[in-house]
């Protein structure tokens, strides 16, 4: 019997496992391929922005944030996350009174956020369009390697007693009186469950738990593009739109990234996924309208091997696992669930271990969608 049994080795299982750990818990992580395969890796880096995000996340991103710059000192590694600022560039008038009401919002959270003037965007983005009249500007949003970070957690966790098996799928959970019990490997292996049981496994999670739940979400496979290195940087923050699909931030041997969302072309079968020519061609042109020496940028990889699980209202659903009252689910990040997952992984490791919800991530309940 194992006190706490987490499936899906991402940043979520990964981070839940160690804050787990560090508290002397007894951990064991099972995850189907390797650690940091599916939304958790990738190429570049992932925004941790607060900025223009759903007022339920913004106490977590506010946490995080907090969290963010001294992360890698508890972990034991090198810094993996930088302090660029986010701006969300505003093209359309009509996009100035939704961006006032973002803007009066997101300090009301706590979030520090300035509606930028035309003249204000140009002083710190000076390559920016005319088209551009105004920008919602983030000071405390950034970066971080995600690799670099869903890494450091799992090792963190192992040096602090966890136990980590990869290439061990699950197959199925077995409840008993109320309970999530056990769980089932694909090896046949039946692992008892002592105290609770998280799944943590993205867009594996709908079809592990279809038998009790029937959840508005799905996957998508994001797909992302590094340019070739550039002579020259247009950009200094990391950036997003109001009203394009658009997300460019700087990455190492002066590339960019570009992304935002667009989709690319997922095979079930193999589980893999390719780039879409008219998605990269439509994110380039997107990135080109708003930033013009871009077009001399070319496209040295374009990635889309990264599945991630979406909501039909665009957050997060996090839960008991209806049946059981020691098994709690996580999925639907729908594309933004890096920037929050310091904070959240500490909260479930404490609703794992204490048996209470804590109370900002009520609003992220399944109940949300009852009729
Ligand atoms: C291209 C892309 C760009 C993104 N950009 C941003 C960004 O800029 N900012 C932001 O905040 N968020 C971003 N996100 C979202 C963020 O990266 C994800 O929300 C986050 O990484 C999800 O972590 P996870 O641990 O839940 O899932 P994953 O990292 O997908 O981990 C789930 C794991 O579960 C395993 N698994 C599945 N089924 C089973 C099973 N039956 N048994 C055992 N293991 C199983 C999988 O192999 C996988 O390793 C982006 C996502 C993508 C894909």
Redesign the pocket.
């Known amino acids: 019997m194992t006190e706490f049994v987490i ?7 990964a981070g839940v496992a160690w804050w787990l750990a560090e508290q002397g818990a007894e951990v064991r992580l ?4 390797q650690i ?7 190429p570049g880096r ?4 607060a900025n223009g995000r759903d007022w339920r996340e913004l106490p977590l991103v506010k946490r995080a944030h907090e969290m963010w710059p001294s992360l890698h000192e508890r972990l034991g590694v090198e810094q993996f996350f930088e302090r660029l600022g986010h701006m969300l560039l505003i093209e359309r008038p009509r996009d100035l009174q939704m961006a006032e009401a973002m803007c009066l919002l997101q300090n009301q959270h706590g979030t520090e956020t300035h509606l930028l003037s035309q003249g204000e965007v140009r002083e710190r983005e000076p390559e920016v369009c005319d088209d551009v009249i105004a920008a919602l500007f983030c000071p405390l949003d950034g970066v971080s390697d ?1 690799t670099a970070v869903t890494d450091a957690f799992a090792a963190a966790a192992r040096r602090a007693g966890a136990v980590i098996s990869e290439n ?3 197959e199925s959970i077995e409840t008993e009186g109320g309970r999530a019990s056990a769980v089932i490997t694909a090896g046949g292996e039946r692992i008892e469950v002592g105290k609770s049981l998280f799944v ?5 999670v709908q079809g ?1 738990l279809a038998e009790r739940i029937a959840l508005p979400i799905w996957s998508r496979a ?1 797909q ?1 593009m590094l340019t070739e290195p550039l002579e020259h940087m247009p950009i200094r923050h990391l950036i997003g739109h109001m009203s394009r699909t658009l ?1 460019i931030k700087e990455e190492a041997g002066n590339r960019v990234m570009i ?1 935002g969302g667009y989709p690319g072309k997922w095979d079930p079968v193999t589980e893999t996924g390719t780039a879409i020519e008219s998605s990269i061609d439509a994110n380039l042109a997107d990135a080109v309208a708003v930033y013009a020496s871009l077009k001399e940028a070319r496209v040295e990889a374009a990635d889309a091997d ?3 699980s979406v909501a039909v209202d665009d957050i997060p659903v996090i839960d008991i696992v209806p049946g059981t009252d020691n098994a709690i689910y ?2 639907a ?1 729908s ?7 310091p904070s959240i992984t500490q909260m479930l490791a404490d609703w794992g271990r204490d048996g209470k919800r804590p109370e900002l991530l009520a609003p992220f309940s399944a109940r949300r969608f009852s009729a």
């Open positions: 499936i899906g080795g991402g940043v979520y299982g099972l995850e189907a391929k940091g395969n599916g939304a958790s890796a990738g992932r925004g941790t922005r995600h061990t799928p699950v943590l496994s993205n867009a594996g592990l994001f992302v997300a992304s990264h599945l991630e996580a999925a990040w594309g933004h669930g890096w920037a929050i997952a």
